[in-house]
C-alpha cells in the first residue's frame, strides 16, 4: 500500500509536468497554424493529425503487448521531443504538417501511458479521489501555462513557446529513466482485436453511454482549445496577455472542483447525477458564447469560468465511472475509449470546415450547444456504480 502511494505520488508528479509541457502550445497551435497557412486550413491540419492518432490509438494495444507500456512510454517521449524543434524550425508546408501529427500522436499516446500507470495502481473503492487527484494535478499544469503564454508572447515568438514545450519533457523523461523498477510493466493484458472490443463496447450499455459522454465532452475541448482563442483574439480583439489570465482564470474550476467531485462520487452521490449538472451548465454556457456580443473580458472570463465548472464536473465523473467498470487488463477498451479524443478533433474539424462556408465563427458555439444536449440524454440513462 505505500509502495502504491508512492508510485501514485510519482505519476502525479508526472502528470503535472507532462500537462505543461502539452498545455503551454495547446491554446495558440491554431493561431500558428493559421498564421502559416490560413484559417481553412487549421481543420486539414487537426483533421489529418487526428486520423493519425486515431489509427494509432486503435493499434496502441498491440504495441503495449509487444513492447510493455513503460519502454512505449519513454520511445513517445523522445518522438514528442524531437518532433517539436522539427516543426517549428522547418519551411516546408509538408513536412510542417508531417511533425505536426508526430507531434500530436505522440502526446496522445503518451497520456495512455499514464492512464495505464494510473490504473495499475488504483482500488475500486478509492478511483474518484486517484483519478481526480490525478487529474487536478494535471489541470494545475494546464492553468498554469496560459498565463505563462499570454506573458511570453509579448516577447517571444509563437515558435519559442513549442521549444518551452520540449524542455518539459526532459525531467519526465529521466524520471521515467530512473524509476525503471517501478514503472515496469508485469501487466498480463487481455489479448482481443479492434472488433472484438467495439462490439464488447457496445453490446454494454453502460461502457457504450460513458463513451458517448466523453465524446462530447472532448468535442467542447476541441472546440474551446482550437478556435474559442481564435474568434477572442482576431474577432474580439482581446490581446494574447489578456487572454491568458482569462484562461487562467476559466481553468480554475479544474483544481477546485474535481477531487470534491470524486469523493462525492465514492461515497455520497452517484456519478449519473454529478453528470446531469456539469452537462446542463455546460449547455448553457456554450449557448452564451454564442448569444453574448460584450468585448468585456470580465463577461467573458465569466462565462468561461462557469463552462468550465460544467466540464470539470463531467470530466471528474466519466473519468470515475469508466475506471471504476474496467481494470489495466482490458487494455483494448482503455484505449478505444481514449479513441474519443481524436474521433471529437475529426467530426469537430469536418463541422467547422462546413459551418465555416456558410457562417461566421461564433455560430459554432451554437450548433456546439445544441449537440451538447445529448450528453444529459446519456448521463440519465447511465446506471450509477455501486
Not at 99 to 111: C, D, M, Q, R
Not at 245 to 259: A, G, R, Y
Amino acid at each position: 500500500m505505500v509502495e502504491s502511494k508512492k508510485n501514485l505520488s510519482l505519476l502525479y508528479l508526472l502528470g503535472f509536468i507532462l500537462a505543461v509541457s502539452t498545455a503551454l502550445p495547446s491554446y495558440i497551435q491554431s493561431t500558428f497554424i493559421q498564421n502559416s497557412v490560413g484559417l481553412r486550413w487549421v481543420s486539414l491540419f487537426f483533421g489529418g493529425a487526428m486520423v493519425a492518432t486515431l489509427v494509432a490509438t486503435i493499434y496502441f494495444p498491440h504495441l503495449i503487448r509487444k513492447f510493455t507500456n513503460y519502454y512505449l512510454a519513454l520511445a513517445l517521449l523522445v518522438i514528442n521531443f524531437i518532433s517539436i524543434p522539427l516543426m517549428v524550425t522547418i519551411h516546408s508546408v509538408f513536412w510542417f504538417f508531417i511533425f505536426f501529427i508526430s507531434f500530436t500522436v505522440s502526446i496522445n499516446l503518451i497520456w495512455i501511458n499514464m492512464d495505464m500507470f494510473v490504473e495499475t495502481y488504483s482500488l475500486n473503492k478509492n478511483t474518484g479521489a486517484i483519478r481526480t487527484t490525478y487529474f487536478t494535478l494535471m489541470n494545475l499544469g494546464w492553468m498554469v501555462s496560459p498565463l505563462a503564454v499570454g506573458y511570453l508572447l509579448r516577447v517571444v515568438s509563437y515558435g519559442f513557446i513549442f521549444w518551452l514545450a520540449a524542455l518539459f519533457l526532459i525531467p519526465a523523461f529521466l524520471i521515467f529513466l530512473s524509476q525503471k523498477a517501478r514503472f515496469r510493466d508485469q501487466t498480463k493484458y487481455e489479448k482481443g482485436n479492434v472488433k472484438a472490443a467495439v462490439v464488447g463496447m457496445w453490446c454494454n450499455s453502460s461502457l457504450r453511454l460513458i463513451f458517448f459522454v466523453s465524446f462530447l465532452l472532448r468535442l467542447f475541448y476541441t472546440f474551446a482549445v482550437v478556435y474559442v482563442p481564435i474568434y477572442l483574439n482576431q474577432n474580439l480583439g482581446f490581446s494574447w496577455s489578456v487572454i491568458g489570465i482569462m484562461f487562467t482564470f476559466m481553468l480554475m474550476p479544474f483544481v477546485l472542483l474535481e477531487i470534491p467531485a470524486g469523493l462525492l462520487a465514492d461515497k455520497y452521490l452517484g456519478e449519473k447525477e454529478i453528470l446531469i449538472v456539469g452537462f446542463s451548465i455546460l449547455v448553457i454556457t456554450t449557448f452564451l458564447m454564442f448569444f453574448t456580443h460584450s468585448v468585456s473580458p470580465i463577461v467573458w472570463g465569466l462565462i468561461l469560468f462557469f463552462s468550465r465548472c460544467g466540464a470539470a464536473l463531467v470530466e471528474a465523473m466519466q473519468e470515475t465511472y469508466f475506471f471504476k467498470i474496467v481494470d489495466v487488463p482490458d487494455v483494448n477498451f482503455i484505449n478505444l475509449f481514449r479513441t474519443a479524443n481524436p474521433l471529437s478533433y475529426l467530426a469537430a474539424s469536418a463541422l467547422a470546415a462546413l459551418l465555416l462556408v456558410f457562417f461566421p465563427i461564433h455560430y459554432l458555439f451554437l450548433f456546439l450547444a445544441i449537440i451538447l444536449l445529448s450528453g444529459i440524454y446519456f448521463a440519465c440513462r447511465l446506471k450509477d456504480t455501486a
